[in-house]
């Protein structure tokens, strides 16, 4: 099986950066995803990482450390609109995708 | 481009009667697709899974089931629904074959199903 762990909630200011970690357990690691999903509305893909090192994309980056079982997602120049739940998911294999809790960020002004 | 299609949105429904939500896919063909079930509280949990008409793959045995009648169509059903059958549901896509650990998932808009 896969144990995935993230922070239940987090708090950040306005204009800040704010970096969501994220603890995995698995056998064949094949992938590392990462979702953006705003209350009462479906996930959106926000990054993937399936080699160690870091990925960007505009103000969203994200990490992997396949050695260490660990990635972040990095959130800079915080706004309001990014007050959301940050999913991660791992995949094995070419199996399916096993999502964390998820971790609640609240931006506030 | 794209995309994917579920209903219905919300979802009011009596304890012990059925369920049928629908999701389709519009723009490609042969997809991965899933259904989810996000809890209050708790994170998405795959139910079903399907590589192709007709195969149904269960990740946790339960109250529902899953059909796949077309390619690009995945119902999700239940003959009696249980109060704990309330939740967030949700269909998902992925490209199929090997290719698909290069993508992740495409969601659809969810249903929000209580169960009174």
């Known amino acids: 099986g896969q144990n995935i762990d993230q922070p239940t909630e987090m708090t950040a200011t306005e204009g800040a950066i704010v970096q969501i970690n994220c603890t995995y357990q698995?056998?064949?690691?094949?992938?590392l995803f990462w979702y953006q999903q705003h209350a009462g509305e479906a996930p959106t893909f926000l990054s993937y990482n399936v080699l160690d090192g870091l990925e960007e994309k505009g103000r969203f980056s994200s990490f992997l450390s396949r050695s260490k079982g660990y990635s972040y997602l990095l959130l800079k120049e915080l706004q309001m609109k990014d007050s959301a739940s940050y999913l991660c998911?791992?995949?094995?294999?070419?199996?399916?995708?096993?999502f964390g809790k998820g971790t609640m960020l609240l931006v506030s002004p | 481009s794209q995309t994917i299609h579920q209903w219905p949105a919300t979802l009011v429904q009596p304890v012990g009667s059925p369920l049928s939500l629908e999701c389709t896919v519009e723009g490609t063909s042969n997809p991965n697709l899933y259904w989810y079930r996000q809890a209050a509280g708790r994170g998405l949990q795959l139910l079903f899974y399907?590589?192709?008409?007709?195969?149904i793959s269960s990740e946790v045995p339960q109250n529902l089931s899953a059909s796949r009648p077309q390619d690009r169509q995945f119902i999700l059903s239940s003959k009696k629904l249980l109060l704990s059958d309330s939740g967030f549901y949700l269909c998902?896509?992925?490209?199929?074959?090997?290719?698909?650990?290069?993508?992740?998932?495409?969601f659809g808009s969810g249903t929000r199903l209580t169960v009174v």
């Open positions: 399907s590589v192709g008409i007709g195969q």
């Open positions: 998902a896509w992925s490209r199929g074959g090997r290719s698909s650990s290069l993508y992740g998932y495409t």
């Open positions: 998911a791992v995949r094995a294999g070419y199996s399916t995708l096993t």
């Open positions: 698995t056998s064949g690691f094949n992938g």
